[in-house]
């Protein structure tokens, strides 16, 4: 069954990769595409015409920290996150189930986006103190749904397939997720799969909770399944294949991917040849440079990720190069010392607000007396040049040269 308003075209195919067009009832958004993360209705320090000055052409906003505060109700009331948030482009929404995860698996095993997604990979930094529930989970996962405590108060919440559907037709995004458990990368086979049956359960409750109801905000909504599986070869393919199977409008790459970045790449692998060709791929939760150039070559077409926003507000600028050499994890820290008396543009060669106004001794400035405005100056630019990078990457992949794109930027 159609979505009315929702429709996804794939226009050129260069191996799995492919350049498409998504359209929803608030505008197209051309593929592949980074989806910029809005956790709470706001890209963090940035209004709606920065967003749009910077090429955002869709974001993405967190079910279960919208219900919490303000409440879906409060956004249903004044119109849905669009009017409340005022901004008139594609919206996607989460489905709660990675709470179930961040909230349970995340917290006592220490994995997570904050606690790297990859536990084999270079420790991240350490994450920052937690309210009085440390290192106890938040969460009982059940068949029937998730009973979970409140992060901000400790009270006490119970989240179904049904309710995140009821939820997020309060908040009415253009794309819902349905309602899936999310497994850590240190889960044994046996849990993850049990744990990605119970999702394919959720996943026809969900559909027919969608089915059952209507949108509130005068504009069709479409639903994504979401794969499950872990890192393990066969519950993967199984999984895509019984998420394809069903009546969704698109589908959502999710869950542990495994211990490494290595890993990630043979999940995506196994997953997306299963996956219907005419129907949009997500990928949930990557979006750093490397990542971004393997998910498109694997046949992905949007991707959100926190990465580049919380680098910005850690004082970290993307580039691909710093006076002539190459950066490796392409991070400039602004809070360095040789930035001090610099006046050269923070990155030479980007057209972005940031780039044309200020200098690095400035934003330097900024930081090291923590200044708020370093946070939005950092955050435009950064998210000037993941969006300009898809521009290359989708000019790249019709002319055919995305591997010289690919060796260019990576130096591979």
Known sequence: METPGFAFEVLHQSGMARVGRLSTPHGEVETPAFVAVGTQATVKSLTPDDLEEVGTQIIFANT???????????????????????????????????????????????????ASIFPDEAPAPSPPRRKPTEGRSLVKVTEEGVEFRSHLDGSRHWFTPEVSVQVQRQLGADIMLAFDECTSPLHDYEYTRQAMERTHRWAVRSLEAFHASRPLHGYPQALYGIVQGGAYEDLRRESARFIAGLP????????????????????????????????????????????????????????????????????????????????????????????????????????CYTCRTYSRAYLHHLFRANELLAYRLATIHNLFFVNRLMVLIRAALLDGTFEELKAHWLNV
């Open 248 to 351: 969704f409008d698109g589908l959502a790459i999710g869950g542990s991917l495994g211990r490494t970045k290595a890993d990630m790449l043979r999940v995506l692998e196994w997953t997306v040849p299963e996956l219907p060709a005419d129907k949009p791929r997500h990928l949930l939760g990557i979006g750093e440079v490397p990542d971004i150039f393997a998910a498109v070559e694997r046949g992905i077409d949007t991707f959100d990720c926190v990465a580049p926003t919380r680098m910005a507000r850690n004082a970290g600028l993307l580039a691909r190069t710093l006076d002539g050499k190459r950066l490796p994890k392409f991070r400039m820290n602004m809070r360095n010392a040789r930035f001090k008396r610099d006046p050269r543009p923070p990155v030479e060669g980007c057209e």
């Open 64 to 114: 279960y920290h919208l219900y919490l505060r303000p409440g879906a109700d409060v956004i249903a009331e004044m119109g849905g996150l669009h009017r409340f948030m005022r901004w008139h482009r594609p919206i996607m929404t989460d489905s709660g189930g990675f709470q179930v995860f961040s909230l349970g698996a995340s917290i006592e095993q220490g994995v997570g986006k904050i």
